[in-house]
């Protein structure tokens, strides 16, 4: 009667490792997990099976706490919620009880734990305990680069918003406490990781898949914000980087550019992101409105930021949580004529006076959920998830990249300039005649122009010292509606209390 | 000179007692009954014998030179009255060794409860039921001594007939315990410290229940029957404005130029009374018991119709129950037979239109002629293109209306029991018991096409959609015991020895299937299976020496296939003397006015292993995604792989308790009661904490970690302060203490660590009580509230308590708890000539409510969203102009005073020729609450007042017959 006690699982939905023996898709559903724990908030879509507990799911999905942290404190958008946390965010008085910042560092470290857990279970002593050899075996070899690749995606993340973090990798222990690493040394570490899987990443990656488009433009990322994170500044290698990725990417009549702006960011981005002549995305967290569902993602940036007098049909949805708006910086940054300019003015203060009010602002309308085809249709197409794709990198950044290199005295300016006309010629507005025209001033402006909402703004205004600076200020910074200088301290996100509490030993960042 | 003296003893069946004592008087020399309950023995011709058995009247008879002696022993009524149920075997009252109370539901009053749950309330010191609202079919959350546990359950175990339940919920049913009708309880034991608790081990830290169901008795057949009729009403609603304080309201905050003032209509609509209904319910229960030939049988039927003061809640419930007990082979084969069965159709409303009700524009129709759009209720509308809002709040009339929730549960209990004393060794019995629990559940909830809910749920297109919930639950249970028991006399030694053998499995699976309304179009399924094994190895010794000192000893093997092989086992001891002072010779004095008096001391430990729904919370599995959400590979979409989290070496919570008791009666019992203190610590809590990043896959998950400690005192006395033959008083009293305090949460022990807890309804994630280490779990963490010098509250301006100039997390205070420290309860029932008069009190203190219908529905920024609707205030609003839901403000000390019920009753006793008897009563339940709470109920086991189905106020009435 002892033997009763080990029992097995008898729910279909529950896999054992033995089962990967007589199911070798299995291995290939794994890795489509590793990808999906960016885009997707659990196993059930849009909601349930969380991967992250103790949250609201759909606050708690990547794309979306990553957004959050990476926005809201920034020039380019504010929240007026009554969310715990969430005004902590737009007026920077976030402590490490913050949830947000508990849900970015959780989620980012759940995606660790993912990759490492596929490494574990793809050894190739792993695999020959499955009986798995060949072809096969070669495959799944290639799988686990992929897998490192998006380890250090979101260790990337890790560092640049919480400086030392926690190290784990495939070869610690499930339930062992992993040791904090400083900054430096884990920059480091991603450095060598990208360099020794780089053979491994196809030039044209499947759709959804990572090539050595994103594997590069990490690596530019890095090496960008290297004297941030290291106290060294990395421009040159950053600058060659880029130079390395505009040769492989940067040529057709659109120098590699999607030839229409708003085109990216509607319901059939998914064209920009399969490479070809107009393969600007080169690494894309998709959705699709049957398949890939979530209430965070693109369903955030176009339902979630729709409200006041709207009509979201307009838009191809069905709903407005009236969520994150614009600052009245963002939107007078823009001048007459520059079709990236995407904001709903009806009803709506430029001015963001209340910030509880979503009127306060104009509502962007950058990112939509129509097609390409039908942008101008009175038939409407209205759904309650978009199939809009999240572009994580684009092209147009890394030729405001070399820019930035350029100007910070690493690279042609000459070529920076002709850069960024590709970028202002496609928005319709005129081009810089001369390269006096730029300074790293209007660098910065541009990129805010051209990348706004996409994720990139609290590390550029880091980079360029204006972040908690009184130089620079915007509606609700330090909590007042004219805005005011913050203690340094805000550069970086504090490490949770949670994971202080949880991680005996592990320094908390100063002035927490 | 000595004789031989033979004879037989035989029951008053005719049957033989098979080993009953036969003692020569003040002697050691005796002998038992054999398997035909005759028996020799030698004794001194002029000297006495004594022939007992337990559950019998023992007589003394003389032999007076006689060589037959044949005896018939009556069984002793009060003695069986006094036998408590103990877990695999009874003891006399007056042995017990440990925190043990029965509870006999008729003492109480007779007829009027719907659920088990409700006869339980305020019967003993530190057992506190907060029934769930005024919900049919409202189950009640039981805590025997406060929780042992921050997240595994704290449900005592219930035991029905031997066989332990499941305490999870079955779908489609809310309360586990509407399989027994009340009118069924023979009775209810409570064990509540470990030393009595420690026999059901594994599942006993949170204290247990054992529920005994009537039997069929020997004589004639007796019929019952009970028909009772009531009528439910709220007793009170939320203070909101009225729709033309509420048009004031918006003109002055918004101007009459607003866009929030041409959103105003033209009704004057009181929603809550639009939700709300009064009505009536009936409840029926009819049953013969009698014994045929051999056989002592008991028969049942109830019918309960019982319907919510929220419209369309209802529960129809049908039961049935048979239980055999015959006795084979002279006796020695006692079989005890039950079978329950259940059919409950429930319908569920959606709680939403509680909430929905208060805030809802009272300026707005409930329907508006003409509208197409959501069936024709009123909607929240864009003024420009006529467009669902679709995050503006619900017509709560529409919730109800136009969606439908309902369940048909079948579900049968029942066991078999048998019981054999060994012929050939009397003193030995062998118990075996079989037992099942299965239920089978549908429930079908609809949104209707159309209906306003329709557009803000899944597809928001107005498409209707079925979604049929399924689910089948299985419990099997074996037990086998082997009990030896046998008086000692030469050593003044009673000895009883226990040892068995326990297997439990369950087993549950269903699914979610969710199709499209009107063509059936499917559109999701979920399906979920799970099983778990229970194995334990138990024992237990009872020693007594000289019928006044007393020891107990349990031992118990548990295993549970939730835990890997490495720590499925636990062991669980306790240990409990007893003194029965009042047995010995100095207390001879007052032995004519004391009847009792025992000291109990316990100590033990118990576990714990019951965590929500993770079966297999030790074994790395994966989780296989929806095609919802699957992740394309070029152009193919996959279903992902997901590894879920776990803990290789999750073990067993276990709980030491300490107790101390003592037991008094005196004045012929007219006064008895008894005394407790406890002390309760709780290690290895299974806690869901929050895992170093990235060293799992999950950031929280369920491991041991951390400490509890409940403390407390428990008082009860019952006293008869009059009995005559035409007036009796009964009166009772108890209360209890308890002091809760959290000892440690996690490994690196932070003290400024805390587990926000507390939901609230407000913006997400909004949580307002916290577990920390040095404070009671479940205590408040909130801003001390600043107040202007007229005492009303400035609108965000708290207490700096750390002084640093910055008002953020550090600033709040931890501070009061939900639970009660003291409860107490006091009943009375008075009977003078027929006529009965019965009422009971009972008070909670120290509790407070975190009151959140008024933190979201009194800022004036909720009136008006712009994305075009409006939102009304609750009369006792704050003036604030946003909601400030971290505010101390809000914290109330929700102390009470509630009478439960009072009961008016008249009995003819002697009916169609004394064989009839007839009881004709009227009740009120809930008549009234004393409390400076000013919400709408102080009693809310969660500490957080949010939409709580309103408990009504019933009238009731009803009768019981007896033939």
Same mark, same amino acid.
């Given at each position: 009667c002892l033997g009763d006690l080990d029992l097995k699982p008898i729910d279909k939905n529950l896999i054992q490792d033995s089962d990967f023996k007589s199911h070798h898709e299995y291995y290939t559903q794994f890795l489509a997990k590793v990808y999906a724990g960016l885009a997707v908030s659990g196993q059930e879509g849009p909601a349930g099976k969380p991967d992250i507990e103790g949250f609201d799911e759909g606050m708690a999905q990547y794309i979306r706490s990553y957004w959050n942290l990476q926005e809201l404190p920034t020039d380019e958008a504010l929240l007026g919620w009554n969310d715990a946390g969430v005004p902590e965010l737009s007026t920077s008085k976030w402590s490490a009880a913050n949830g947000f910042i508990y849900v970015m560092y959780s989620r980012i470290f759940f995606q660790i734990a993912l990759c490492n857990s596929f490494l574990k279970a793809t050894t190739p002593q792993a695999l020959a305990q499955n009986n798995i050899t060949g072809e096969l075996a070669e495959q799944i070899s290639k799988y686990r680069s992929e897998a490192r690749f998006l380890r250090a995606f979101s260790y990337w993340h890790a560092i640049d918003m919480f400086g030392n973090v926690a190290f784990v990798t495939e070869n610690d222990q499930i339930m062992e406490a992993p040791k904090q690493k400083s900054r430096a040394e884990i920059f480091q570490f991603l450095l060598n990781e990208l360099n020794a899987i780089e053979n491994d990443l196809p030039v044209n990656p499947e759709y959804g898949r990572a090539g050595k488009g994103a594997l590069w433009m990490l690596k530019a990322k890095l090496y960008l914000n290297a004297s941030v994170y290291t106290g060294t500044p990395m421009y040159s290698e950053c600058a060659s980087t880029c130079q390395q990725i505009i040769g492989q990417y940067g040529s057709g009549t659109n120098h590699g550019l999607a030839q229409t702006y708003k085109f990216l960011f509607c319901a059939d981005n998914d064209q920009f992101a399969r490479g070809g002549e107009q393969g600007e995305i080169l690494m894309v967290v998709p959705y699709d409105r049957d398949r890939t569902r979530t209430y965070g993602g693109t369903t955030y940036l176009t339902i979630g930021a729709y409200g006041g007098t709207m009509i979201k049909e307009n838009y191809g949805v069905n709903d407005g949580w009236a969520g994150p708006r614009s600052t009245s910086n963002l939107v007078k940054s823009f001048e007459d004529g520059d079709s990236r300019y995407a904001f709903y003015s009806d009803g709506a203060n430029i001015e963001n006076t209340d910030l509880g009010n979503f009127q306060d602002g104009f509502a962007v309308t950058k990112f939509t959920n129509l097609l390409s085809t039908d942008w101008e249709n009175t038939s409407k197409r209205a759904y309650p998830y978009p199939d809009t794709d999240f572009p994580i990198f684009r092209l147009a950044d890394t030729y405001l990249m070399y820019a930035e290199c350029a100007y910070r005295g690493y690279g042609d300016q000459n070529l920076a300039k002709t850069y960024m006309n590709y970028l202002r010629t496609r928005a319709g507005i005129s081009t810089y005649t001369s390269t006096t025209d730029i300074t790293l001033d209007e660098i910065l402006a541009e990129r805010m122009r051209e990348l706004y909402w996409e994720g990139h703004r609290r590390t550029d205004l880091i980079r360029f010292g204006v972040f908690t600076s009184g130089s620079y200020l915007w509606a609700w910074k330090g909590g007042v509606l004219t805005g005011k200088s913050l203690e340094t301290k805000y550069n970086l996100y504090p490490i949770p209390a949670k994971e202080i509490a949880a991680n005996p030993g592990t320094q908390q960042n100063y002035g927490y | 000179q000595r004789i031989k003296v033979h004879g037989n003893v035989k029951d008053s069946y005719g049957e033989p007692v098979v080993g009953a004592n036969v003692i020569v008087k003040g002697t050691t020399s005796g002998t038992v009954t054999d398997i035909d309950g005759n028996y020799q023995i030698e004794a001194p011709k002029d000297s006495t014998l004594i022939f007992s058995f337990v559950g019998y009247i023992s007589q003394s008879i003389p032999i007076k030179n006689r060589a037959e002696i044949s005896v018939i022993l009556e069984e002793d009524v009060i003695t069986l009255g006094e036998v408590v149920a103990i877990g695999y075997g009874t003891v006399k009252k007056s042995d017990a060794t440990g925190a043990v109370t029965q509870v006999k539901p008729d003492e109480i009053n007779k007829g009027m409860a719907t659920s088990a749950q409700d006869l339980l309330v305020g019967q003993t010191p530190g057992v506190v039921v907060t029934l769930t609202g005024g919900k049919p079919e409202a189950g009640g959350e039981i805590r025997i001594r406060g929780g042992s546990s921050l997240n595994a359950t704290n449900d005592p175990l219930i035991v029905i007939d031997g066989v332990p339940v499941d305490n999870s919920g079955v779908t489609g049913m809310s309360n586990p315990l509407s399989m027994i009708p009340p009118d069924n309880i023979e009775?209810?034991? =409570?064990?509540?410290?470990?030393?009595?608790?420690a026999i059901y081990g594994s599942r006993a830290s949170n204290g247990v229940i054992i529920i005994t169901t009537k039997k069929g008795m020997s004589g004639k057949p007796q019929i019952n029957f009970n028909a009772n009729m009531s009528v439910s009403t709220s007793r009170r609603t939320t203070g909101v404005l009225n729709a033309d304080e509420f048009r004031r309201l918006i003109a002055e905050q918004t101007g009459t130029s607003s866009q929030a003032y041409q959103l105003l209509g033209n009704a004057n609509t009181n929603w809550q009374d639009e939700v709300l209904r009064t009505t009536v319910s009936s409840d029926y229960n009819l049953s013969v018991g009698g014994q045929y030939k051999i056989l002592p049988y008991r028969v049942s039927a109830t019918f309960t119709n019982q319907n919510g003061i929220l419209k369309t809640s209802s529960m129809n419930r049908t039961t049935a129950s048979i239980s055999l007990t015959p006795k084979f082979f002279n006796n020695t084969l006692s079989v005890n037979m039950n079978v329950k069965g259940l059919y409950i159709r429930n319908e569920f409303p959606d709680e939403a239109a509680i909430g929905g009700a208060v805030s809802f524009d009272p300026t707005q129709p409930v329907k508006v002629p003409g509208q197409e759009i959501g069936n024709g209720y009123f909607m929240w509308l864009q003024q420009n293109t006529g467009a669902v809002i679709g995050i503006a709040p619900l017509n709560p009339v529409s919730l109800l209306d136009d969606r439908s929730m309902i369940s048909h549960v079948y579900r049968s209990l029942g066991n078999i029991q048998l019981d054999y004393i060994m012929p050939f060794l009397p003193e030995l019995r062998a118990n075996l018991n079989l037992g099942y629990d299965v239920s089978k559940s549908r429930q079908w909830n609809k949104m209707f096409p159309n209906s306003p809910i329709t557009y803000k749920e899944n597809k928001k297109l107005g498409i209707g959609q079925t979604e049929t919930l399924k689910q089948l639950k299985r419990n099997q249970l074996l037990d086998f015991y082997l009990n030896y028991n046998n008086d000692f006399r030469q050593i003044y030694s009673k000895v009883e020895v226990m040892a068995g053998y326990s297997w439990q499995k369950f087993y549950k699976d269903g699914s979610t299937i969710t199709t499209l309304m009107p063509d059936n179009e499917p559109w999701y399924d979920k399906t979920y299976a799970d099983h778990l094994q229970l194995l334990s190895f138990f024992g237990r010794i009872n020693y007594t020496f000289k019928d006044t000192y007393l020891l107990t000893f349990t031992l118990r093997g548990d295993a549970t296939s939730r835990f890997s092989k490495d720590h499925r086992w636990g062991t669980f001891p306790a240990l409990a003397l007893g003194w029965k002072i009042i047995n010995e010779p100095f207390m001879q004095p007052v032995a004519n006015v004391m009847n009792e008096l025992k000291l109990r001391l316990g100590y033990g430990i118990t576990g714990q292993q019951d965590i929500s729904d993770n079966y297999f919370p030790y074994?790395?599995?994966?989780?296989?995604?929806?095609?919802?959400?699957?992740?394309?590979?070029?152009?193919?979409?996959?279903?992902?792989?997901?590894?879920?989290?776990?803990?290789?070496?999750?073990?067993?919570?276990?709980?030491?308790?300490?107790?101390?008791?003592?037991?008094?009666?005196?004045?012929?019992?007219?006064?008895?009661?008894?005394?407790?203190?406890?002390?309760?610590?709780?290690?290895?809590?299974?806690?869901? &904490?929050?895992?170093?990043?990235?060293?799992?896959?999950?950031?929280?998950?369920?491991?041991?970690?951390?400490?509890?400690?409940?403390?407390?005192?428990? @008082?009860?006395?019952?006293?008869?302060?009059?009995?005559?033959?035409?007036? &009796?008083?009964?009166?009772? @009293?108890?209360?209890?203490?308890?002091?809760?305090?959290?000892?440690?949460?996690?490994?690196?022990?932070?003290?400024?660590?805390? &587990?926000?807890?507390?939901? =609230?309804?407000?913006?997400?994630?909004?949580?307002?009580?916290?577990?920390?280490?040095?404070?009671?779990?479940?205590?408040?963490?909130?801003?001390?509230?600043?107040?202007?010098?007229?005492?009303?509250?400035i609108e965000g301006l708290y207490v700096d308590r750390n002084g640093d100039g910055v008002i953020d997390e550090a600033d709040k205070r931890l501070y009061k708890s939900r639970d009660p420290k003291v409860v107490m309860s006091f009943t009375s029932r008075m009977e003078y000539k027929n006529f009965d008069f019965g009422f009971s009190l009972r008070a909670n203190?120290?509790?407070?409510?975190?009151?959140?219908?008024?933190?979201?529905?009194?800022?004036?920024?909720? =009136?008006?969203?712009?994305?075009?609707?409006?939102?009304?205030?609750?009369?006792?609003?704050?003036?604030?102009?946003?909601?400030?839901?971290?505010?101390?403000?809000?914290?109330?000390?929700?102390?009470?005073?509630?009478?439960?019920? &009072?009961?008016?009753?008249?009995?003819?006793?002697?009916?169609?020729?004394?064989?009839?008897?007839?009881?004709l009563y009227g009740a009120v339940q809930n008549p009234f609450v004393i409390t400076k709470y000013k919400g709408l109920d102080p009693e809310v086991f969660s500490g957080i007042d949010n939409n709580v189905y309103p408990r009504p106020v019933t009238f009731l009435l009803g009768v019981i017959i007896t033939y």
């Open positions: - | 009775s209810f034991t =409570i064990l509540k410290d470990a030393s009595a608790t074994m790395p599995l994966y989780s296989m995604g929806f095609p919802t959400a699957s992740y394309p590979f070029g152009d193919r979409y996959y279903n992902t792989l997901r590894p879920n989290g776990y803990d290789p070496n999750i073990k067993w919570e276990e709980t030491t308790t300490w107790n101390i008791g003592l037991d008094f009666a005196f004045l012929d019992n007219r006064i008895s009661g008894s005394f407790d203190y406890y002390y309760r610590e709780t290690n290895d809590l299974i806690s869901r &904490i929050p895992v170093p990043a990235g060293s799992n896959l999950t950031n929280e998950i369920y491991t041991n970690i951390g400490s509890l400690r409940n403390e407390g005192v428990e @008082f009860s006395i019952s006293s008869k302060p009059i009995v005559t033959n035409k007036f &009796i008083w009964d009166l009772g @009293f108890n209360i209890a203490y308890n002091s809760n305090k959290i000892t440690k949460l996690n490994k690196s022990n932070d003290a400024d660590y805390y &587990i926000p807890v507390g939901g =609230i309804s407000g913006g997400t994630g909004n949580t307002v009580q916290a577990h920390k280490v040095g404070y009671p779990a479940f205590s408040y963490l909130l801003y001390e509230q600043v107040y202007d010098k007229d005492g009303n509250p203190l120290g509790n407070y409510v975190y009151d959140n219908v008024q933190s979201n529905n009194s800022s004036y920024s909720a =009136i008006y969203n712009s994305a075009g609707y409006l939102n009304n205030l609750i009369s006792r609003g704050t003036k604030f102009q946003n909601p400030q839901y971290m505010s101390d403000y809000y914290l109330h000390n929700a102390g009470f005073l509630r009478c439960d019920n &009072i009961t008016l009753g008249y009995t003819w006793n002697e009916l169609v020729q004394n064989k009839l008897k007839l009881r």
